[in-house]
T-cell receptor, first 114, second 112 residues
Framework: KAGVTQTPRYLIKTRGQQVTLSCSPI?????VSWYQQTPGQGLQFLFE???????NKGNFPGRFSGRQFSNSRSEMNVSTLELGDSALYLC?????????????FGEGSWLTVV | QKEVEQDPGPLSVPEGAIVSLNCTYS??????FMWYRQYSRKGPELLMY????GNKEDGRFTAQVDKSSKYISLFIRDSQPSDSATYLC????????????FGAGTTVTVRA
């Protein structure tokens, strides 16, 4: 069974640009979450989607947005990039089958803003 | 004060030693507790998953949860150099809450 797949793995963007990251969850998983990981702040929750609806959102500015498609694949977008947006962006998926469900992470997308 | 506190280390132990890691938390709503292992430039890998208080063992790994003290632990027995990684504790509330709150992560080095 394939794991959580994220693309691209590495990218470099310039301040002011926008970026779109993609995530394919584990087959059968309908919940997809996004996290930002930085050395200073650690892993921080961005948002979670289930059946194309955002169910939960973290404390990030509106420049960070996401969406989920009918096949559960998800994208996140960051507009007007700032240097501080340089981070590892992680996608996680879960089967959403009650309390026993577990959350699995992908390898992440490394974003560098210059 | 952070919702989840974890000593970032670093922690260095000789091969074969027991590695002891722990986290404290302040949110009494947390019910599900996880430990992830993250190698350099990789995504977090789920190691242990525990619901509510108690102990759980899986091979060389033992996870303990004490909800009355808001304290969780991970023990790694017979540590190996391949266990060298950053260990992250994570927790969440209800079964419908998929937002994980993470500790800062503890960097562990097992010396051969």
């Amino acid at each position: 069974k394939a794991g959580v797949t994220q693309t691209p793995r590495y990218l470099i963007k310039t301040r002011g640009q926008q970026v779109t990251l993609s995530c394919s969850p584990i087959s059968g998983h309908r919940s997809v979450s996004w996290y930002q990981q930085t050395p200073g702040q650690g892993l921080q929750f961005l948002f979670e989607y289930f059946s194309e609806t955002q169910r939960n959102k973290g404390n990030f500015p509106g420049r960070f947005s996401g969406r989920q498609f009918s096949n559960s694949r998800s994208e996140m977008n960051v507009s007007t990039l700032e240097l501080g947006d340089s981070a590892l962006y992680l996608c996680a998926s879960s089967s959403d089958q009650g309390g026993g469900n577990t959350i699995y992470f992908g390898e992440g997308s490394w974003l560098t803003v210059v | 004060q952070k919702e989840v506190e974890q000593d970032p280390g670093p922690l260095s132990v000789p091969e074969g030693a027991i590695v002891s890691l722990n986290c404290t938390y302040s949110n009494s709503a947390f019910q599900y507790f996880m430990w992830y292992r993250q190698y350099s430039r990789k995504g977090p890998e789920l190691l242990m998953y525990t619901y509510s208080s108690g102990n759980k063992e899986d091979g060389r790994f033992t996870a303990q949860v004490d909800k009355s003290s808001k304290y969780i632990s991970l023990f790694i027995r017979d540590s190996q150099p391949s266990d060298s990684a950053t260990y992250l504790c994570a927790m969440r509330g209800s079964s419908n809450d998929y937002k994980l709150s993470f500790g800062a992560g503890t960097t562990v080095t097992v010396r051969a």
